[in-house]
């Protein structure tokens, strides 16, 4: 497995724009396709956005697709999620995750990072 660290989060107004980064430890990073989950109050965690180990092939929940980019750069064993256009329901704990495929990825993640907070305020 590997082990994910979450850092980014923060306070914004909506509207505005955060970059959540996730640095992995361990050297076999690029091996595993990476996502990102998020978990509001009072509600399940969601799938928000998984790309591919090489980072060609990305997906997104249709509530983010064409504000949210995820990208990674496996030299530094780190995923981003880039968020513009915020808007109060992207309030949430937000989750990196690791799984040796996408299908896998989407499905039941194999590592958990521990979180980070993102409030959005009207």
């Known amino acids: 497995q590997v082990q994910l660290v979450e850092s980014g989060g923060g306070l914004v107004q909506a509207g505005g724009s955060l970059r959540l980064s996730c640095a992995a430890s361990?050297?076999?990073?690029?091996?595993?396709?990476m996502g990102w989950y998020r978990q509001a109050p009072g509600k399940e965690r969601e799938f928000v956005a998984v790309?591919?180990?090489?980072?060609?092939?990305?997906y997104y929940a249709s509530s983010v697709k064409g504000r949210f980019t995820i990208s990674r750069d496996n030299a530094k064993i780190t995923v981003y999620l880039q968020m513009n256009s915020l808007k109060t329901e992207d309030t949430a704990v937000y989750y990196c995750?690791?799984?040796?495929?996408?299908?896998?990825?989407?499905?039941?993640?194999?590592?958990w990072g521990q979180g980070t907070q993102v409030t959005v305020s009207s």
């Open positions: 790309i591919s180990t090489s980072g060609s092939t990305t």
């Open positions: 995750a690791a799984a040796p495929t996408i299908v896998v990825l989407t499905t039941t993640p194999t590592s």
């Open positions: 361990g050297r076999t990073f690029s091996s595993y396709a």
